[in-house]
């Protein structure tokens, strides 16, 4: 079982940026597979980006350039920093431990996720 806490979500101007963490814990949690995702109102919950325990990261394309996906084993803590705010990156962000659903594991959209965080709403104004 791996519990995920997510914070650092607000509200923030066009241009601005924000920094997520996702706090883990569970028996297994310094093993796991780490991404972000985010459900913006109306619209289905969709992959940000992907961080494997080793450190290696996946990006969505539309993402890439603007946000960064990180990963602390020792604090067991996973990060999103954000910048370049745009209003259409407000959503509700959610932190998941996640494994790939068979090839391509170098595509985010290629993993699932087995456990959620509750998710921290981030509000772009413009």
């Known amino acids: 079982q791996l519990q995920l806490v997510e914070s650092g979500g607000g509200l923030v101007q066009a241009g601005g940026s924000l920094r997520l963490s996702c706090a883990a814990s569970?028996?297994?949690?310094?093993?796991?597979?780490m991404a972000w995702f985010r459900q913006a109102p109306g619209k289905e919950r969709e992959v940000v980006a992907v961080?494997?325990?080793?450190?290696?990261?996946y990006y969505v394309d539309s993402m890439k350039g603007r946000f960064t996906i990180s990963i602390d084993n020792a604090k067991n803590t996973v990060y999103l920093q954000m910048n370049s705010l745009n209003p259409e990156d407000t959503a509700v962000y959610y932190c998941?431990?996640?494994?790939?659903?068979?090839?391509?594991?170098?595509?985010?959209?290629?993993?699932?996720?087995?456990?959620w965080g509750q998710g921290t709403q981030v509000t772009v104004s413009s």
């Open positions: 998941a431990g996640v494994y790939c659903a068979g090839s391509g594991c170098d595509r985010p959209t290629r993993y699932e996720s087995r456990y």
């Open positions: 961080v494997s325990s080793g450190g290696d990261t």
């Open positions: 569970g028996r297994t949690s310094s093993s796991y597979t």
